[in-house]
Nanobody
């Protein structure tokens, strides 16, 4: 499966932004999808993930209550709605996918995801 992230931009603190991750190839509904981000000089970090069905989600503590992940399998797209943005949210945001295993919990580890999009820049000014 190939992933394309989009929707990044320059916003002010407190604003909202919605990122999209659109897939091509493969059967999208077979995959759990996650968002990660990487700020300059820092390691890539987990933001949130959503199960193949969309019924389960998991978020990093730093974004819990502000970010929401959803998906539309018919459109082969996962969304990351980001509200109350802070300057610390500035980073390149990546979407990633892994073939779901029914008995396995959602994973937050970078190394567990097999497919990656190219990233989209989000800059939050103070």
């Amino acid at each position: 499966v190939q992933l394309q992230a989009s929707g990044g931009g320059l916003v002010q603190a407190g604003d909202s932004l919605r990122l999209s991750c659109t897939a091509s190839g493969g059967t999208f509904s077979y995959y759990n999808v996650a968002w990660f981000r990487q700020a300059p000089g820092k390691e890539r970090e987990f933001v949130g993930t959503i199960s193949r069905s969309g019924r389960s989600t998991n978020y990093a503590d730093s974004v819990k209550g502000r970010f929401t992940i959803s998906r539309d399998n018919a459109k082969k797209t996962v969304y990351l709605q980001m509200d109350s943005l802070k300057p610390d949210d500035t980073a390149v945001y990546y979407c990633a996918a892994v073939r779901a295993i029914l008995t396995a919990p959602l994973t937050t580890a970078v190394g567990d995801y097999s497919y990656w999009g190219q990233g989209t820049q989000v800059t939050v000014s103070s």
